[in-house]
């Protein structure tokens, strides 16, 4: 272990199996095609299981590359001491180009404003920038449009010409990879092949082509270039019931997220439970009271269907999840103050995964771990070079 959290670890808290992520990102290693390399994604605090002890520990298992979101993410990387390849892809031009630059981050560009913001900043820091060019191939979300393509990448030709920048990497991203033979899979590839085609065309030998998500490095070898860029996978989820359980896909969820009880009681027949009093007791029972609410990160929409192991069985939450705890009706069962109650896990142990949550929540797995609050200690085992734990 090596977070506590000033109120204790008692309350909730999330246990990160580091070596878990180890055996995730070599299995998803192992399963890559033509030499292709792996960009462990870690941005949004790692899909909220640490950024630096899960971008450690990847690097470890033997990311290639590691890839975020935003400059800040980028930074902290920096800040805590890595200095391997990595890749930042939201920018806005407010944001901190310069520091990027000097720190050595492969920056995305999609537009002629955010490669003038690279060359601006490459010139300011006498260095040159990294650059990958994105290439909207359809999800619609950021990438150059492709009949701006060509301008964009003339552009950055000329850049590169002039010293200001490299371009590295040539990519784009997909919409509905994690529903295997969705006609847009095909469509959106044939749409990148031109892509390179046109950069080829133009002088641009980048270093890396990428395209592959995780449901993408899972089930389309073709999309998988020179790297791929796997974000769920290596926390151990399945990007999708489509694309198989984490078990098929040889993926152990790294996350487990566990309460102490912080109160059981009994209480008679009609005794409403929660706000609004969606449930009322059916008859003398036991309430057990589960201290992790909404402000954990513990969805609202699951009230009344989030599953929890307590007291040796899978039970559901007991009307509505509030901010800070939930209730669960143990029937005819007892417990006690400070009795574990597992919310998720990997499931091997009988408690319900990730995966059952985002069922009960009309969500994705990727939701259910992301969203875990930051009062919730993160509790990392299996970091390298520590023992015991
Ligand atoms: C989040 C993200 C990924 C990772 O996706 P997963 O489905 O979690 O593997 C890859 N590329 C981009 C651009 C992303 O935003």
Not at 50 to 75: H, S, Y
Not at 220 to 227: I, M, S
Request: net charge negative.
């Amino acid at each position: 272990m090596n977070e506590h959290s000033p109120e204790g670890s008692g309350r909730l808290r999330a246990d990160i199996d580091l070596t878990a992520l180890r055996a995730n990102v070599r299995s998803l290693r192992g399963r890559l095609t033509g030499g292709a390399g792996l960009m462990a994604v870690v941005k949004a605090d790692a899909y909220g299981h640490g950024l630096v002890p899960c971008a450690r520990a990847a690097r470890e298992a033997g990311a290639d590359w590691l890839g975020v979101a935003t400059p800040g993410e980028a930074l902290a990387l920096r800040a805590a001491g890595d200095r391997g390849r990595l890749l930042c892809w939201l920018w806005t031009p407010d944001a901190p180009w310069l520091r990027a630059i000097e720190a050595d981050v492969d920056v995305s560009v999609s537009a002629p404003w955010d490669l003038a913001a690279a060359v601006a900043a490459a010139r300011e820091a006498g260095r040159t920038a990294r650059v990958h060019l994105k290439i909207d191939t359809g999800l619609g979300r950021s990438g150059c449009p492709p009949r701006e393509w060509p301008g964009l990448v003339a552009a950055a030709r000329a850049a590169e010409t002039s010293g200001a920048i490299t371009v590295t990497g040539l990519w784009s991203h997909f919409a509905c990879a994690d529903e295997p033979g969705h006609p847009s899979i095909a469509a959106q590839r044939a749409v990148f092949e031109d892509a390179l085609a046109v950069a080829a065309r133009a002088g641009l030998d980048p270093e890396v082509r990428h395209f592959a998500n995780s449901p993408a490095t899972l089930t389309l070898p073709e999309a998988h270039y020179d790297l791929v860029r796997t974000g769920i996978s290596v926390y151990g989820l399945s990007p999708s019931p489509d694309v198989g359980s984490a078990a098929d896909l040889g993926l152990r969820p790294v996350m487990t997220l566990r309460a102490a009880l912080a109160g059981v009681k009994r209480v008679p027949g009609g005794h409403g439970v929660s706000y609004g009093h969606e449930y009322l007791t059916p008859g003398e029972t036991t309430l057990a009271l589960v201290p992790a609410g909404y402000a954990d990160g513990i969805p609202r929409h699951a009230s009344g269907s989030g599953p929890v192991l307590v007291a040796g069985k899978w039970r559901t939450v007991t009307g509505r999840v509030a901010m800070d705890q939930f209730v669960v009706d143990l029937g005819g069962d007892t417990a006690e103050a400070g009795d574990e109650a597992i919310l998720f896990g990997p499931g091997d142990r009988g408690e319900p995964t990730a995966e059952d949550w985002a069922r009960a929540a009309g969500t994705i797995g990727y939701e259910i771990v992301t969203r875990i609050g930051s009062r919730v200690p993160r509790v990392h085992h299996g970091v390298s070079g520590a023992t015991g734990t």
